[in-house]
């Protein structure tokens, strides 16, 4: 008998009995459909995670750290010298770009009455590069205004949305007194959920009508790559190490933190966690697996007469395993089948329905990866759920298979 004849009495055989064949494949189905969905769901967060912070992966943040320098030493401060010799593209060639940043908070008032105490954010003009923001209404201020210190503000949905109902085109143009001077709102910044409750002006107005001094809160530091950020890395703690005399890596007072190391750690979370729940939903292939061999036992006990004639006319024993064996793998076969289906079916459903439901929810992405492994796993459960009742079957000697009542 060759495999195709033994494929052809397996369907005849499952045809007999849909009912039970149906439940005995519903385990394997929806345990396939469970791991295509939540690995797909796990692509879909990882994607949407790297597209938001992929274009960051090449900064790196450096602040103050009052807690170091040990002994005797006094902690120094950031400042514009700090910033200036880190633009030296002769000692940083791995640097592309170098943005300093001042930090704090103030009362927001308008003329008319209204009021809001929020974060401002004193910045240079490639501030929407650095941050990954994006402007709802406006522009936001040029270099020149930059280094003029011109008095203009960009205000973040948060004051927008007290100081004007949240109507941004009426921001425009509008006069804000922060602190104790106007500034005129010339941009809305779009929602990110993170950084919201801002207002940003140039650098040096902030400096000049807000917090005074030349210290810098935080730097970013660009590298001129992705690949390029270990190197960039090394040259900027090299470059601050020498101006603020720290012999000892421990004793620094800064911390220089690369964006692109907590990409890769949370990549590698979500990475866990995906698999975590893509073995959890693999416990109902488990389940199903134990339905698939039960089926093919009773399968076997009820056609034990038909073992034994097909026996006492010549059929080896090659030929009855196989059979058994590949009925149970047409089960789970056909099972895992329809398993991808419903699972591609369901990701594709909820890529359409659950972004118009929850905005800005990742939609889910199917991999090939996990669809041939989830439809592999479905035929091994059949090879080895169908393996023991097969060999049963197999080795019965006719004379006991037909005296079977």
Same mark, same amino acid.
């Given at each position: 008998?060759?495999?195709?004849?033994?494929?052809?009495?397996?369907?005849?055989?499952?045809?007999?009995?849909?009912?039970?064949?149906?439940?005995?494949?519903?385990?394997?189905?929806?345990?396939?459909?469970?791991?295509?969905? $939540?690995?797909?769901?796990?692509?879909?967060?990882?994607?949407?995670?790297?597209?938001?912070?992929? *274009?960051?992966?090449?900064?790196?943040?450096?602040?103050?750290?009052?807690?170091?320098?040990?002994?005797?030493?006094?902690?120094?401060?950031?400042?514009?010298?700090?910033?200036?010799?880190?633009?030296? &593209?002769?000692?940083?060639?791995?640097?592309?770009?170098?943005?300093?940043?001042?930090?704090?908070?103030?009362?927001?008032?308008?003329?008319?009455?209204?009021? =809001?105490?929020?974060? =401002?954010?004193?910045?240079?003009?490639?501030?929407?590069?650095?941050?990954?923001?994006?402007?709802?209404?406006?522009?936001?201020?040029?270099?020149?205004?930059?280094?003029?210190?011109?008095?203009?503000? =960009? $205000?973040?949905?948060?004051?927008?949305?007290?100081?004007?109902?949240?109507?941004?085109?009426?921001?425009?143009?509008?006069?804000?007194?922060?602190?104790?001077?106007?500034?005129?709102?010339?941009?809305?910044?779009?929602?990110?959920?993170?950084?919201?409750?801002?207002?940003?002006?140039?650098?040096?107005?902030?400096?000049?009508?807000?917090?005074?001094?030349?210290?810098?809160?935080?730097?970013?530091?660009?590298?001129?790559?992705?690949?390029?950020?270990?190197?960039?890395?090394?040259?900027?703690?090299?470059?601050?190490?020498?101006?603020? &005399?720290?012999?000892?890596?421990?004793?620094?007072?800064?911390? @220089?933190?690369?964006?692109?190391?907590? !990409?890769?750690?949370?990549?590698?979370?979500?990475?866990? =966690?995906?698999?975590?729940?893509?073995?959890?939903?693999?416990?109902?292939? $488990?389940?199903?697996?134990?339905?698939?061999?039960?089926?093919?036992?009773?399968?076997?006990?009820?056609?034990?007469?038909?073992?034994?004639?097909?026996?006492?006319?010549?059929?080896?024993? &090659?030929?009855?395993?196989?059979?058994?064996?590949?009925?149970?793998?047409?089960?789970? +076969?056909?099972?895992?089948?329809?398993?991808?289906?419903?699972?591609? +079916?369901?990701?594709?459903?909820?890529?359409?329905?659950?972004?118009?439901? @929850?905005?800005?929810?990742?939609? *889910?992405?199917?991999?090939?990866?996990?669809?041939?492994?989830?439809?592999? @796993?479905?035929?091994?459960?059949? !090879?080895?759920?169908?393996?023991?009742?097969?060999?049963?079957?197999?080795?019965?000697?006719?004379?006991?298979?037909?005296?079977?009542?």
């Amino acid at each position: 008998m060759t495999i195709w004849e033994s494929a052809r009495i397996a369907v005849r055989g499952l045809r007999a009995g849909p009912l039970r064949s149906l439940l005995t494949m519903l385990g394997i189905i929806i345990g396939v459909a469970a791991v295509i969905v $939540l690995v797909a769901f796990g692509n879909g967060l990882q994607r949407f995670v790297a597209d938001a912070f992929g *274009p960051l992966a090449n900064q790196i943040q450096i602040t103050p750290d009052r807690g170091g320098i040990s002994g005797t030493g006094t902690p120094r401060d950031l400042t514009d010298a700090d910033v200036r010799a880190l633009r030296d &593209r002769a000692s940083a060639p791995a640097v592309a770009s170098v943005s300093p940043s001042v930090t704090g908070s103030a009362q927001l008032q308008l003329a008319g009455g209204g009021s =809001v105490r929020s974060g =401002v954010t004193g910045a240079d003009a490639d501030y929407l590069d650095i941050a990954n923001r994006e402007l709802v209404v406006g522009s936001f201020f040029d270099d020149r205004q930059a280094t003029t210190r011109a008095k203009v503000v =960009v $205000l973040g949905p948060n004051p927008v949305a007290t100081l004007f109902g949240g109507r941004a085109g009426e921001a425009l143009g509008s006069e804000v007194r922060i602190g104790r001077t106007s500034f005129r709102v010339i941009g809305v910044l779009a929602a990110n959920g993170q950084q919201d409750d801002v207002a940003v002006m140039p650098l040096g107005a902030a400096r000049a009508y807000l917090t005074g001094g030349d210290d810098v809160d935080q730097i970013t530091v660009r590298a001129v790559s992705t690949d390029a950020v270990p190197q960039a890395v090394e040259q900027v703690t090299t470059i601050l190490d020498e101006r603020h &005399r720290i012999d000892d890596p421990q004793d620094r007072d800064y911390t @220089v933190t690369a964006l692109q190391s907590l !990409l890769d750690q949370s990549s590698q979370v979500l990475s866990f =966690v995906t698999i975590f729940v893509a073995a959890v939903a693999g416990i109902s292939l $488990l389940v199903g697996s134990i339905g698939v061999a039960n089926i093919m036992l009773v399968t076997v006990t009820e056609r034990t007469r038909e073992i034994g004639i097909r026996k006492a006319i010549g059929a080896r024993r &090659r030929a009855i395993l196989q059979q058994f064996l590949i009925e149970a793998m047409v089960l789970t +076969g056909i099972g895992g089948v329809i398993g991808i289906l419903l699972g591609v +079916g369901v990701s594709a459903l909820a890529g359409i329905v659950l972004p118009r439901l @929850v905005p800005d929810f990742p939609a *889910p992405s199917v991999s090939a990866g996990s669809v041939v492994l989830a439809f592999g @796993v479905s035929l091994l459960i059949g !090879l080895l759920a169908g393996g023991f009742p097969a060999n049963r079957a197999a080795r019965m000697r006719p004379i006991d298979a037909l005296r079977h009542q």
